[in-house]
């Protein structure tokens, strides 16, 4: 996360750093192997991530903007298309990414938004016994 850090609000690096803790916590203390709940790429709808992108218009209200993505991921001549929504929000640091809106529509494709993606991991803690 270190290279993004001014590129986040300061809410959204906290909820990074805090599921990937978790995460890691409940992989290391599994009495099988589990896989990481976080994979791939969180900030599109496709864990692969894109390969182009085109910005189609961004909304601004005060100190928020909502841009809205086509976001395309070419392979091999195949391609897939789709719509994501970044919101960002105005700080001392300038524009920085507060939230994702998923807007890919196949099978698999995380719905909602990356922060409510994190809370859920989040909310996975383990409880700490103690002695």
Not at 17 to 24: G, I, L, M
Not at 104 to 120: C, F, K, M, Q, V
Request: proline share 5%; charged share 25%; aromatic share 8%.
């Amino acid at each position: 996360l270190r290279p993004f850090r001014p590129l986040l609000q300061q809410s959204l690096l906290r909820r990074l750093e805090r599921a990937h803790s978790v995460d890691q916590a409940i992989r290391t203390s599994a009495l099988i192997a589990t896989p990481p709940a976080l994979q791939g790429s969180l900030f599109t709808s496709l864990a692969e991530g894109f390969t182009d992108f085109e910005l189609m218009e961004c909304q601004t209200k005060k100190l928020v903007s909502r841009c809205q993505f086509t976001l395309i991921y070419e392979k091999q001549g195949d391609a897939i298309e789709w719509q994501d929504e970044l919101r960002l929000r105005r700080g001392r640091l300038g524009w920085q990414v507060e939230d994702v809106t998923y807007g890919g529509n196949w099978a698999y494709a995380p719905t909602g938004s990356l922060t409510s993606r994190l809370d859920a991991v989040i909310a996975t803690e383990p409880a700490v016994t103690k002695p």
